[in-house]
């Protein structure tokens, strides 16, 4: 069942829907963050520096560690859980990738992009663009289209039954110390 049936899904927009910008950063360094379901007319590749985000698209959730990023392609309805960790967002206006693969995945972060990513950070998506930014989230995105190829199978269960997910829920929050007399 998609989460459209199931819960209220809203369009976030990134920026302001006049922007021209083309692409842009956001950095979630030591926020917590967990977000209704949600669509943006913007690509986005999540990667947390430390530790891992979560993502939950509607046929699957994801636990991302920092080895690896999240591709959520424009108009993807996902949402997303980030505790306190290091991470940041690279999001692309749709147009500037070209790509049959249009679904949310994980994706092993090479050191390039990793060093990318952290550079991109440099550029807010409520900033303002510029010639070497251009250039630069150009760049990005003609090799997004090479790293979404890569795909890895980091997949958690999901389900829409209330007792499961409530079961889900409190496990996945008292990881550390949760037993199976517990769940």
Known sequence: VAPDRLYPVGYVPMRDIDSPI????????????ETPWHFHDLHQLLYAFEGSVE?????????????????IPAGTVHRTAIQRVRSGSVFLRADMIWSPIND??????????REMIMHAMRW????????????????FA???TEWIAREVKLVLPSSDDPRINAIVNATRANLPRVTLHDV
């Open 104 to 113: 949310l995945r994980v994706i092993p972060v090479s050191n390039l992009m």
């Open 55 to 71: 993502i939950e698209g509607q046929f699957a959730r994801y636990k991302v560690p920092h080895q690896f990023a999240a591709w």
């Open 22 to 33: 083309k692409a842009g950063a956001f950095s979630s360094d030591g926020l917590e963050i």
């Open 124 to 139: 807010p998506i409520d900033g303002e663009d510029d010639d070497l930014s251009l250039v630069y989230f150009d760049c």
């Open 142 to 144: 003609k090799l997004c």
